[in-house]
Structure formats: C-alpha cells, structure tokens
C-alpha cells in the first residue's frame, strides 16, 4: 500500500484535499480532538500541566483558550506537542495498519505538522497544499481569527516555502474546486511512480 501525506499551513486546503482525495484518507485534526474528549488520558494530562481553566463546565476542553495559551509561548506549545503528537500518531498508524491489511492500494493521513514532528520518513510521498499568504489571510480571517493570531500560528510552524521545498508534488489551491481536483487527480493517476 502506498502511503501519502498530507501537509501545508493553516487554512491552505488540507481538508478540501482530503475530501477529493479519493482513497482512504484521516485527519490528524479529528485524531487531536479524539484524544481529548473527556475520560482520555490526554485530557488529564492537559488539565494537570495547564490547568483547570482549561475546562468547561461539562469537563470538555476549552480548545480556543488552550490555543491563546500555546501560541503565545513556544515553551508551553512543546509540552502539549509532546501530549498530543504520540497519541495521535499511534491512531494514524493503526488506521494504516486496517487499511493495509484490507489490502487499500493507496491511504492518506493529513498532518499539518508532518516535518515539524518528523514523520515525513514515514510516508511514500508527501502532497503539500499551499496558497498565498493573502489567501490563506482571507480564508482564516473567514473564521474569525485575528491577524495577530494568524501570525501565531504560522510562526508556530515551518515556512510553507519549507515544505512547498520538501515535499514531492505541490497543489496551488487559489483556484477554484475544479482546479483543485483536477491537480489532485493528476497526482494520483501517476500510480506507480508515486514516491
């Protein structure tokens, strides 16, 4: 089975990718709040190194107030990287393992911090989705985030031009869903020279 990831910065279009990839496909986002719902050990973890102001009223995490602390501190985005990275990464696998063994010819996991975490050696070949920084600040700017907090969370990850530089194909995704696909496909009907 050949295995593809998928990488990029924030609001460049790894989830549009995902679902026009058209093989068996896992976000890394969903995995990451998986592992902190409540009753996983993450969750404790979390609350024991950050606090209790971490959770809600029901014992869910307060995920944007955990980002204002992380992204504003590099110490403190290390020590959740380094709760979160492996349980995560240990359910990535196992997916692969189900789709390997169920004899998938091709699977996919999105992770954005792919170099940032080291698993690039872990896949075939790398797809990295990229746009410009003026597109990416309006899709982002969509969700309501600030400038400032758009900076963060670039600054918390490699320069997009690293990874554009690193990865084996690259999908520009500033035009529209059509383009998108189409490029996407051209990547997959490679089929065996996939690296």
């Known amino acids: 089975m050949k ?23 896992v976000d890394t986002d969903d995995l990451a709040r998986a592992v902190v719902e ?66 998938a010819r091709e699977a996919a996991v999105v992770i954005p911090l792919l170099y940032e975490a080291g698993y690039e050696a872990e896949f075939d070949t790398v797809i990295c989705v990229a746009c410009s920084a003026a597109a990416q600040r309006e899709r982002l700017r969509a969700r309501g985030w600030s400038d400032d907090e758009i900076a963060r969370r670039n600054a918390a990850q490699l320069p997009v031009e690293t990874k554009l530089a690193r990865a084996r194909y690259v999908i520009w995704t500033e035009a529209d869903l059509e383009t998108h696909a189409r490029q996407l496909e051209r990547i997959l009907n490679q089929g065996e020279t996939i690296k």
């Open 38 to 103: 409540p009753g996983q050990p993450a969750l404790g973890e979390i609350v024991a190194a950050f606090g209790k102001e971490m959770l809600d009223g029901e014992g869910r995490l307060r995920r944007e107030e955990l980002a204002r602390v992380v992204f504003a501190d590099a110490e403190k985005r290390k020590q959740l990287e380094a709760i979160l990275h492996p349980r995560i990464a240990e359910r990535w696998r196992a997916y692969l393992r189900v789709w390997r063994e169920a004899g």
């Open 3 to 25: 295995t593809i990831a998928v990488t990029g910065g924030v609001g460049m279009g790894k989830s549009t990718t995902a679902n026009l990839i058209g093989v068996p496909v």
